[in-house]
């Protein structure tokens, strides 16, 4: 079941020593493919690095020892394609300092930068983030410095809401990056939750 607001999230684990550990957000999006896939579903693992580790508090050594939690996964299409998956971010962009930009999140870091302060991996939910194309590059610039701490919003140019899915349409193709992979370029991207995809100690 997905976390509520104020209810206790996890529990104190460390990972066994026979289980899969993947160590960037690339490769548990390979894992969660591959089962995704064949219609199986999706066993433990444990994350050792990553944003989505880093936002369940994890990530900070090479063998996961924080916690046991349960996460959501992102469903994405892109154009009329078939579906892939998705598990800390998917970011749809042409130029970082110009032109539109919109990051959907599930974790709530995208490498250094707290792009998303308020972001939960099992809400049930992805954090959307759109920059407008009319957003100076100066602005950018000073934007991008807060977003290491996560107060780069409130912002006039930058909007920010929660959902369980999103269909985006861009004027002209964007590049679509899903955990850091290049996936192809989209007019129109769809993103929804998967809540409770997968159980992951971090």
Not at 14 to 43: A, F, G, K, M, Y
Request: hydrophobic letters at 40%; proline letters at 6%; aromatic letters at 6%.
């Amino acid at each position: 079941m997905t976390i509520r607001k104020g209810e206790a999230w996890g529990e104190p684990a460390v990972c066994p020593s026979d289980l899969r550990v993947v160590s960037t957000d690339r490769e548990l999006r390979e894992w969660v493919i591959w089962h995704r896939t064949r219609n199986q579903p999706i066993r433990d693992l444990g994350i050792a690095g990553g944003d989505l580790a880093r936002t369940c508090g994890g990530g900070a050594g090479p063998h996961p020892s924080s916690a046991k939690v349960t996460v959501d996964a992102m469903r994405v299409t892109i154009d009329d394609g078939e579906p892939t998956w998705g598990v800390a971010h998917v970011v749809a962009r042409r130029q970082w300092l110009s032109d539109e930009l919109a990051f959907v999140m599930n974790a709530e870091f995208y490498g250094p930068y707290d792009v998303a302060p308020r972001s939960h991996p099992n809400d049930g939910k992805v954090d959307v983030l759109r920059v407008e194309a009319s957003m100076a590059w100066r602005e950018r610039l000073q934007a991008r410095r807060k977003a290491r701490t996560g107060s780069h919003l409130p912002h006039r140019h930058l909007s920010l809401r929660s959902v369980s899915e999103i269909d985006l349409d861009f004027d002209r193709p964007m590049v679509v990056w899903i955990d850091g992979v290049r996936c192809g370029t989209a007019s129109r991207l769809m993103v929804s939750v998967e809540p409770d995809a997968f159980t992951a100690y971090v």
